[in-house]
T-cell receptor, first 112, second 116 residues
């Protein structure tokens, strides 16, 4: 079992729809959870982080965390073609940057 | 402008020819790290550094060396590159090593290395 699992996709959603990206993790001691966006040929950039159970909203993005079920999700409302990218879930064990484990990413395609 | 700068961005080399990929950050971050990204395997940590003269192995350190003589610089050294080190390499830094935001990384633009 991988430490951080994501469906590789591609996840295809029409423009204006809600994109839902999911991530599960295996270590119950994980403390912080991050979503990075990576455009093709570019470096990852942080878009959201969450460390408490529940929802965290930032503009069109909402991160959801459920530690009991060991999953974290990212919702993108009003999806735009510019949201087309690979979304990487990252999980920090023991609250240290050195223990950050990345999933392999979900490729999102927003269609016109 | 806050940034992490890597050089070279692209490199084709041959087996056994030593090379160094430089990384420099201008944000006064204490934590720096190197990752490699391969299709289907995602980002994997090679080495990291919590501060000057403090470095440690990540998940895939074999075949690599690092040093941290200055806070801003964290070069990655391949003493004798092999074809299995062909990959996309990212340097990253973080203001925090520990805490709830410890995974908030700033990445360099990446260095695509091909070893023939």
């Amino acid at each position: 079992q991988k430490e951080v699992e994501q469906n590789s996709g591609p996840l295809s959603v029409p423009e204006g729809a809600i994109a839902s990206l999911n991530c599960t993790y295996s270590d119950r001691g994980s403390q912080s959870f991050f979503w990075y966006r990576q455009y093709s040929g570019k470096s990852p950039e942080l878009i959201m982080f969450i460390y408490s159970n529940g929802d965290k909203e930032d503009g069109r993005f909402t991160a959801q965390l459920n530690k009991a079920s060991q999953y974290v999700s990212l919702l993108i409302r009003d999806s735009q073609p510019s949201d087309s990218a690979t979304y990487l879930c990252a999980v920090s064990k023991a609250g240290t940057a050195s223990k950050l484990t990345f999933g392999t990413g979900t490729r999102l395609q927003v269609t016109l | 402008e806050a940034q992490v700068t890597q050089n070279p961005r692209y490199l084709i080399t041959v087996t056994g020819k030593k090379l160094t990929v430089t990384c420099s950050q201008n944000m006064n971050h204490e934590y720096m790290s190197w990752y490699r990204q391969d299709p289907g395997l995602g980002l994997r940590q090679i080495y990291y550094s919590m501060n000057v003269e403090v470095t440690d192995k990540g998940d895939v350190p074999e075949g690599y060396k690092v040093s941290r003589k200055e806070k801003r610089n964290f070069p990655l050294i391949l003493e004798s590159p092999s074809p299995n080190q062909t990959s996309l390499y990212f340097c990253a830094s973080s203001v925090k090593f520990r805490g709830t935001r410890a995974g908030e990384l700033f990445f360099g633009e990446g260095s695509r290395l091909t070893v023939l």
